[in-house]
């Protein structure tokens, strides 16, 4: 196996796959086997689509959008509306399959459908791969990934990070070599004939308030302890409620809200909780919080705290396990995929390379990609893989280790 990574800022697609190709050795090493692309927000979506269907055509493809930019092992990309990244596997004795689907008016049947077809492309249809990567279009995922557990069962690795667009208008995409959504999810099977070591963390811990979800639907929260949901919240920072403006009926709170989310008690380890993150998104006008996660009634919802420098230092610990965990199965790091929380960036961005250094300090020479998302998706210490927000990831492809005499 091998695995390389390299990005670009060139805006015309056909011109940035160039200097991929070239970065990659595409004409010496051949077509890989399934390629991963992260697409800054902004860049020709359509165009980079068309041009990598035209080029990869035995590749299997997973694209989706990040917001502003991307990171790769050898340079931040931030800002720029027109970065591409890209991730390459070359694995002759692996099987790769990538498909997608609209998520029209049912998202697990699209989930359903995007798996098994990925299956398909990969020729390993009743089989469980050892990776499945997901991308969708944000406000489904929890029924995405009822769809793919259906398929594959309830102990699959399933870890991704949700497209995103720069200021949440709805501009992202998700493509495979075969379709292009605003509105899908793609997914990607890796049989890699290895194992995969993958860390799924936040940087968070809890404040001190907690209360009942008395109320709500799906991702909206009406009501905490019976009392709109705003007030309480607010109550719990100690902080007026914004004003609404008059012509308006809700206003964003996501960015004042990343480093205070909600939680929610996700199991427990050694009888210390672990949370799941509840990033509050808009308050509207009736008191009520929408938020990037479902929420159920009856849930108990914890206030959350974290710093600055928590975010920057998370993600190069969390790739530390993850190669730890990697090493200790005697298994060899080829390469990584990392899943950057969206609001997480926008909160440190302009220290984001530092980010960037400390993955790539505890990842020394391995090449990474790594997106900024919407939502993420991946396991807990209980094996089951779930949504949630203003979290990190890092999933790492290994080789087994040469046995040594």
Known sequence: MQILAAATDVKDPVLAFDELDVSLSISDRGPPQILFLVVAAGAEVAGIFAEARRRYQTTSVHGSTSCLGLMTDSALHLESDRALGALAIWDMQGAYGSAASSIGSDPQLSAVEATRAALRNANRLGQVPDLVWMSAAPGHEESSLLGIKSVLGDRVLIVGGSSADNDLAGAWAQFSQEELYTEGIVVSVLFSGSKVSSVFQSGYAPRGPSGLATRCVGRRLFEI?????????????????????????????????????????????????????????????????????????????????????????????????????????RLEVRGALVVYCGGCMLSVRSEMELVRKGIAAALPGISFLGLFSYGEQGATITGSSHHANLMISCTILTDSMPIVP
């Open 225 to 329: 302890d019976h009392r709109p949901a705003a007030e309480v919240y607010y109550g719990w920072l100690g902080r007026d409620l914004p004003k609404i403006p008059a012509n308006e009926t809700s206003i964003s709170i996501l960015s004042e809200s990343t480093l205070v989310p909600l939680g929610m008690v996700q199991h427990e380890l050694v009888d210390v909780p672990l949370h799941s993150l509840l990033h509050p998104a808009v308050m509207h006008d009736d008191g009520s919080i929408s938020l990037f996660c479902d929420v159920k009634q009856g849930e108990q919802l914890y206030l959350m705290e974290g710093t600055s420098r928590r975010l920057l230092e998370r993600a190069g610990k969390i790739a530390g396990q993850a190669k730890a965990d990697a090493e200790a199965r």
